[in-house]
């Protein structure tokens, strides 16, 4: 029973261009989302998150986008850098415990 | 200065061993859990426990048994180790338990991996 889904398991994006990753969530009791980044051999480490009662949470190159309607949210890094390439993961949650997704491998190319 | 631990970060042993894996916070939190990253890549939780008292218990096999001596230390004891349990197992930590903004950003060690053959 997959309650959050990253259905894009890689994206490849050029330096400089936009980077939109994408999470689909199908409990309706979440109220609260996560983006986590990480790089090979290190944790997860959390980069930017939404309130159900927002749609948009904006910080510098990242922008969390929050579709309650459609149980979908997105990540936008603009610019894209090369250090940005890593897996991200989309992660919500109701309560004490966060449900991830299982991520997206990010590659920003030169 | 590390915030949230674990050691070792590789693990290999044999079926049937038992092996424990240790996790440290120096963040201060409330809150600390273990993750299980399965081959599929999906972290899902395994337990958390809230100032010592364990508040989450997913449905794992009773050979995981964890141990919070204090607040800050959350260890994951393993008995008689299987070839399924080769995995990633990472240690997170949180200011509190949930229910407040901002409070569910939880800090996260960078794993162990076990090997079990």
């Known amino acids: 029973d997959q309650q959050v889904k990253q259905n894009s398991p890689s994206l490849s994006v050029q330096e400089g261009r936009i980077s939109i990753l994408n999470c689909d969530y199908t409990n309706s009791m979440f109220d609260y989302f996560l983006w986590y980044k990480k790089y090979p051999a290190e944790g997860p480490t959390f980069l930017i998150s939404?309130?159900?009662?927002?749609d948009k949470n904006e910080d510098g190159r990242f922008t969390v986008f929050l579709n309650k309607s459609a149980k979908h949210l997105s990540l936008h890094i603009v610019p894209s850098q090369p250090g940005d390439s890593a897996v991200y993961f989309c992660?919500?949650?109701?309560?004490?415990?966060?449900?991830f997704g299982e991520g997206t491998q990010l590659t920003v190319n030169p | 200065d590390t915030a949230v631990s674990q050691t070792p970060k590789y693990l290999v042993t044999q079926m049937g061993n038992d092996k424990s894996i240790k996790c440290e916070q120096n963040?201060?939190?409330?809150?600390m859990y273990w993750y299980k990253q399965d081959s599929k890549k999906f972290l899902k939780i395994m337990f958390s426990y809230n100032n010592k008292e364990l508040i989450i218990n997913e449905t794992v096999p009773n050979r995981f048994s964890p141990k919070s001596p204090d607040k800050a230390h959350l260890n994951l004891h393993i008995n008689s180790l299987e070839l399924g349990d080769s995995a990633v197992y990472f240690c997170a930590s949180s200011q509190n338990r949930g229910g407040l903004a901002g409070s569910y950003e939880q800090y996260f060690g960078p794993g162990t991996r076990l090997t079990v053959t």
């Open positions: 963040l201060g939190h409330d809150t």
């Open positions: 992660a919500a949650t109701s309560g004490s415990r966060l449900t």
């Open positions: 939404i309130s159900s009662i927002k």
